[in-house]
Structure formats: structure tokens, C-alpha cells
């Protein structure tokens, strides 16, 4: 019979063992609970905000998200990022931000995705500049 695949090939270092105490006990202060632990973790990132209109329904997008891994057996575990527009962002200083702005979309995913350990992820983004960054992290 071949092998199952591992579900929580990283989640395993932050919910398995004694060792592990305080971390689940943060993850416990956020919702988990015992029937939890043994779930996949799904970071689900957003670049959500009320600057600009491309992203105003990534919120509502990200809880029929969240409803989905549930559905699916995993755990989500919604965080944010940025988003710059360049409808507003053009023609003063702002514009220098544009472009690097996709940089930091992509690193602050990837940093929330590897130091929380979470096992996978949905990205949700809405615009020409968080998109890619989106991407990017993947």
C-alpha cells in the first residue's frame, strides 16, 4: 500500500509534543481547539484594505475562503499584507513605493508562512501591484 502524504508537514513542528506547550496554547488563545491539532494549518493572506477599491472585497472573499478549508478539513488561519495603488501613489514621492511594494508582499507572506510553519496557503489579492506579489510568495 504506498505511503499517505504527510497533511501537516510543517504544522508538526509547532502542535506535536510536549515541547510544543506554548505555542499551542497561543494557537488555543485564537480558536484552536482539540480536534484541531491534528488539521492542516492554511495560511489564507489578503492584501484587504480601504484604499483602494480593487481589494474593498478581498475581506468577504477570504471568510468564504476560510469556510472552505474548514469544509475541507484544514485549519485556516487568516493574516494580512499590503497594497499600494498606483491610482494614488503616482506622481509624488509615493511612486518610488510602487514597484518594491511587490517585495514586501512577497516577503512578509513567506515570512508569516515559514515562521508559523503553516502547511499551505490561499493568497487574495486585488490589484496589479499585490498580485504579483501574491505570486511571488507562492
Request: aromatic letters at 4%; a negative charge.
Amino acid at each position: 500500500m504506498p505511503e499517505q502524504p504527510d497533511i501537516k508537514p510543517r504544522s508538526r513542528d509547532v502542535t506535536d509534543g510536549l515541547e510544543k506547550a506554548a505555542a499551542r496554547g497561543m494557537l488555543r488563545a485564537v480558536g484552536m481547539g482539540d480536534d484541531d491539532w491534528a488539521k492542516p494549518q492554511i495560511g489564507v493572506a489578503s492584501s484587504w484594505n480601504e484604499i483602494t477599491p480593487c481589494n474593498l472585497s478581498l475581506d468577504r472573499l477570504a471568510k468564504a475562503v476560510k469556510n472552505g478549508v474548514h469544509a475541507a478539513g484544514g485549519y485556516p488561519l487568516e493574516f494580512g499584507t499590503i497594497s499600494v495603488s498606483d491610482g494614488i501613489s503616482m506622481g509624488h514621492e509615493g511612486m518610488h513605493f510602487s514597484l518594491v511594494s511587490r517585495e514586501v508582499i512577497a516577503d512578509s507572506v513567506e515570512t508569516v508562512m515559514m515562521a508559523e510553519r503553516l502547511d499551505g496557503s490561499v493568497l487574495l489579492a486585488g490589484c496589479d501591484k499585490s498580485l504579483p506579489g501574491m505570486l511571488m510568495a507562492a
